[in-house]
């Protein structure tokens, strides 16, 4: 059974930092590439970041450039989001998904989810 579990969420203050990971079971993450979505409140899921099977292959939404680092350690059949530099605007529920062709920042185009991590952003 392909399973996504997103953990590492949290309240963290603006600039402060958090680390999320997806661990993946039921199918090797080798081949697959793996995005980080999140939807706020009252908002459309939104793609944030992307990393194609091999890694060579790395996206980034434009509002987190330069903060958040996207990884993944197939080893582990984990993948990370290192977020750095936390805005209030960065709290939503962030969810992790898979697709066996390339990197996508289309919702529909993934074919596993996980439940999501909460991530609030505030002082």
């Known amino acids: 059974q392909v399973q996504l579990v997103e953990s590492g969420g949290g309240l963290v203050q603006p600039g402060g930092s958090l680390r999320l990971s997806c661990a993946a079971s039921?199918?090797?993450?080798?081949?697959?590439?793996i995005g980080w979505f999140r939807q706020a409140p009252g908002k459309e899921r939104e793609g944030v970041s992307c990393?194609?099977?091999?890694?060579?292959?790395?996206d980034y939404v434009d509002s987190v450039k330069g903060r958040f680092t996207i990884s993944r350690d197939n080893s582990k059949d984990t993948v990370y989001l290192q977020m750095n530099s936390l805005k209030p605007e960065d709290t939503a529920v962030y969810y992790c998904?898979?697709?066996?062709?390339?990197?996508?920042?289309?919702?529909?185009?993934?074919?596993?989810w996980g439940q999501g991590t909460r991530v609030t952003v505030s002082s």
């Open positions: 990393i194609s099977s091999s890694s060579g292959s790395i």
């Open positions: 998904a898979t697709r066996k062709l390339g990197c996508s920042r289309y919702v529909s185009l993934y074919d596993y």
């Open positions: 039921g199918f090797t993450l080798d081949y697959y590439a």
